[in-house]
């Protein structure tokens, strides 16, 4: 799991508040002075582009582990005018806005991972990854992984909860939505994935029954646990409760089945289905905060973006806004 923060960006005060979280979040995580200033000027920059270009939006912070390295993630998300040429928006010197015309060119430069997927009058989204150290070339990752999970507006903390276990073999995924919202829903979603991570050395369908005695003193939750095998080229999946999941690639699409209920309450029916896993496909799970009616062929290219960004823009057009919400994206890395 990562730690994850919305802001709302629609004044100019706001700008300051995201760069000092974001600064603070980067002191935590072990960042030396150089990195955090670049962290800073990140989001700075990325606010203003959304004030002076779209007018309001959001910067979504949270924190990203990589081959045990800590680091921010940043993504931008506006429904403003879009971008017409992203590669002209790119070089120095360039403006719509009366501005020096810099801000993009910084964002990129500075950022180790820079993604921009943008349609005209639909808005904007970015993507920046920041390390506090630099991570190895030479170890090429075997999943590529793009998670937002934040709370219903107004809680402080969120019902819902997602976790992961990469090896070179396998992949265990699982996403959680505690019932309700609020501590008592974050104390379900969180005690799912105590078992998993003492239980991913078994199959989804052992962990999902394992889960639905622990959570018997608790709200219980929805719950779906994916397995990817990279050898054998497999997705082997069980869900109970309303986490929706679907598998999405240039040679077939198919929906995951869920069973009705609610694990550690009732759970009349506990199923595994393994379907075949095609590398150039994406894994789409998330909580009932995402509206089911997103379809990601309305975004031309998007399914080529990273996992992240996919991630964000069906939160930023599909959030149901009235509870908490997980969208899990995820990719064979290489």
Same mark, same amino acid.
């Given at each position: 799991?990562?730690?994850?923060?919305?802001l709302s960006i629609s004044e100019p005060s706001q700008a300051g508040e995201a760069r000092r979280n974001a600064v603070a979040l980067a002191s935590s995580l072990g960042f030396n002075e150089t990195a955090k200033g670049?962290?800073?000027?990140?989001? !700075?920059?990325i606010a203003n582009n959304l004030l002076q270009h779209a007018k309001e939006g959001l910067i979504l912070l949270q924190t990203i582990n990589k081959q045990n390295v800590l680091g921010i993630e940043i993504l931008s998300? =506006? &429904?403003?005018?879009?971008?017409?040429?992203?590669?002209?928006?790119?070089? =120095?010197?360039?403006?719509?806005?009366?501005? +020096?015309?810099?801000?993009?060119?910084?964002?990129?430069?500075?950022?180790?991972?820079?993604?921009?997927?943008?349609? $005209?009058?639909?808005?904007?989204?970015?993507?920046?990854?920041?390390?506090?150290?630099?991570?190895?070339?030479?170890? +090429?990752? @075997? %999943?590529?992984?793009?998670?937002?999970? %934040? +709370?219903?507006?107004?809680?402080? *903390?969120?019902?819902?909860?997602?976790?992961? &276990? *990469?090896?070179? @073999?396998?992949?265990?995924?699982?996403?959680? =939505?505690?019932?309700?919202?609020? $501590?008592?829903?974050? &104390?379900?979603?969180?005690?799912?994935?105590?078992?998993?991570?003492?239980?991913?050395? &078994?199959? +989804?369908?052992?962990?999902?029954?394992?889960?639905? #005695?622990?959570?018997?003193?608790?709200?219980?939750?929805a719950l779906a646990i994916a397995q990817i095998n990279f050898e054998q080229q497999s997705i082997s999946f069980t869900g109970v409760g309303n986490i929706a999941a679907s598998f999405l690639s240039p040679v077939k699409?198919?929906?995951?089945?869920?069973?009705?209920? !609610? *694990?550690?309450?009732?759970?009349?029916?506990?199923?595994?289905? !393994?379907? @075949?896993?095609? $590398?150039?496909?994406?894994?789409?799970?998330?909580?009932?905060? %995402?509206?089911?009616?997103?379809?990601?062929?309305?975004?031309?290219?998007?399914?080529?973006?990273? $996992?992240? %960004?996919?991630?964000?823009?069906?939160? /930023?057009?599909?959030? /149901?806004?009235?509870? =908490?919400?997980?969208?899990? *994206?995820?990719?064979?890395? #290489?």
């Amino acid at each position: 799991m990562s730690n994850s923060a919305v802001l709302s960006i629609s004044e100019p005060s706001q700008a300051g508040e995201a760069r000092r979280n974001a600064v603070a979040l980067a002191s935590s995580l072990g960042f030396n002075e150089t990195a955090k200033g670049k962290v800073a000027i990140v989001v !700075t920059e990325i606010a203003n582009n959304l004030l002076q270009h779209a007018k309001e939006g959001l910067i979504l912070l949270q924190t990203i582990n990589k081959q045990n390295v800590l680091g921010i993630e940043i993504l931008s998300l =506006d &429904k403003g005018p879009g971008i017409d040429n992203i590669d002209e928006c790119l070089r =120095d010197g360039f403006s719509t806005a009366g501005t +020096p015309g810099n801000g993009l060119g910084a964002i990129f430069r500075l950022s180790d991972v820079f993604e921009i997927y943008s349609r $005209p009058n639909e808005g904007t989204a970015i993507l920046s990854q920041l390390w506090a150290a630099p991570l190895s070339a030479s170890l +090429p990752e @075997q %999943l590529e992984l793009g998670v937002v999970c %934040l +709370p219903k507006i107004g809680e402080e *903390v969120s019902g819902d909860a997602w976790a992961s &276990k *990469v090896s070179q @073999q396998l992949c265990l995924l699982l996403v959680a =939505d505690g019932l309700g919202h609020g $501590p008592l829903a974050a &104390k379900a979603s969180l005690e799912a994935v105590r078992i998993f991570e003492e239980s991913n050395h &078994k199959s +989804p369908k052992e962990i999902v029954e394992a889960a639905h #005695g622990a959570l018997r003193s608790t709200r219980g939750a929805a719950l779906a646990i994916a397995q990817i095998n990279f050898e054998q080229q497999s997705i082997s999946f069980t869900g109970v409760g309303n986490i929706a999941a679907s598998f999405l690639s240039p040679v077939k699409n198919y929906n995951l089945i869920s069973h009705n209920g !609610t *694990v550690g309450h009732e759970a009349r029916k506990i199923q595994e289905f !393994t379907h @075949q896993w095609h $590398p150039s496909g994406i894994l789409i799970m998330h909580s009932d905060g %995402l509206s089911s009616q997103w379809r990601l062929e309305r975004y031309p290219g998007l399914s080529y973006k990273h $996992p992240s %960004l996919i991630a964000g823009i069906l939160y /930023r057009d599909f959030n /149901r806004d009235r509870d =908490d919400v997980t969208v899990l *994206v995820a990719r064979e890395g #290489g």
